[in-house]
């Protein structure tokens, strides 16, 4: 899920614009060309082709000779090394969240909170005749995604403090006043779930919980995605039952 450039007045737009092609080519089930990451960063051929050139600098990208298309570098594979954490969250939670989606047929999303949204870390498709999914490394825009507004609810007071404002209206069912999101967001931590119908796509929605670190922080969440025929407003005891079961033997298994 593409985001668009930062709107927060720190950002340096060289280096934003860098990380976004980065981002293109790392999440791309193919290399690409030049000519399709310029149309999905929306920025000139030419200059895509100045950043394409730092980054292979930099060993981060490398370029096909044949095809003269991009992908990743050796350089980023070593710094992945670097991150277990996000690792180990993914490798312990795949195996339960395939059982999950396999009891409920619905598609089961892992992410952690970044500054500006929830970020994809593994995610596995429903089972529905119609596939419903996100793709890991995708950004569910944290005010009108469950698993944006767990992070909101739960995490650090600076992280919804620090969105842009005004908040943006995705669909016409996006919550974009302040006021009504911290009730919502009271309610989250009374119930210990989020939900988010029809909030960041018509005809689908969202329940997510937390995950917890042994120190009690939330260091992740897990979202259950459905249609609005499978997955209510409001969901059934079953669904809710099967997504704390997860979300709590994740976070057991993590401490």
């Known amino acids: 899920m593409a985001h668009e450039p930062s709107e927060r007045p720190d950002t340096v737009r060289a280096a934003d614009t860098c990380l976004r092609i980065l ?14 990451i310029a149309a999905e960063v929306s920025i000139a051929k030419g200059a895509v082709h100045k950043h394409l050139r730092t980054l292979i600098d930099h060993g981060l990208v490398v370029q096909d000779p044949v095809t003269t298309h991009y992908s990743l570098g050796p350089k980023m594979w070593l710094m992945g090394q670097k991150a277990p954490a996000s690792q180990q969250l993914a490798e312990t939670a795949l195996p339960l969240m395939r059982a999950t989606r396999d009891d409920l047929g619905l598609a089961v999303v892992l992410s952690v909170a970044t500054p500006r949204a929830a970020f ?53 069912k996006t919550v974009v006043d302040v006021d009504k999101l911290a009730e919502e967001f009271t309610l989250i931590r009374q119930r210990g779930y989020a939900t988010a119908p029809e909030q960041s796509l018509l005809g689908i929605n969202a329940v997510a919980a937390p995950i917890f670190n042994p120190e009690g922080k939330v260091v992740a969440s897990i979202g259950l995605i459905g249609s609005i025929q499978n997955l209510d407003a409001e969901p059934s005891e079953t669904q809710l039952a099967a ?13």
């Open 23 to 36: 981002e293109r080519v790392a999440f791309a089930d193919r290399s690409l060309g030049v000519t399709e």
């Open 120 to 172: 994809v870390v593994a995610t596995l498709s429903s089972n529905q005749p119609i596939e419903i999914g996100v793709r890991p490394g995708g950004e569910l825009s944290l005010h009108s995604s469950a698993q944006g507004k767990v992070f909101l609810a739960l995490g650090p007071p600076d992280l919804f403090r620090s969105l842009p404002k005004p908040l943006m209206q995705i669909t016409p």
């Open 243 to 255: 997504l704390f079961a997860l979300t709590r033997e994740i976070s057991r298994r993590l401490g």
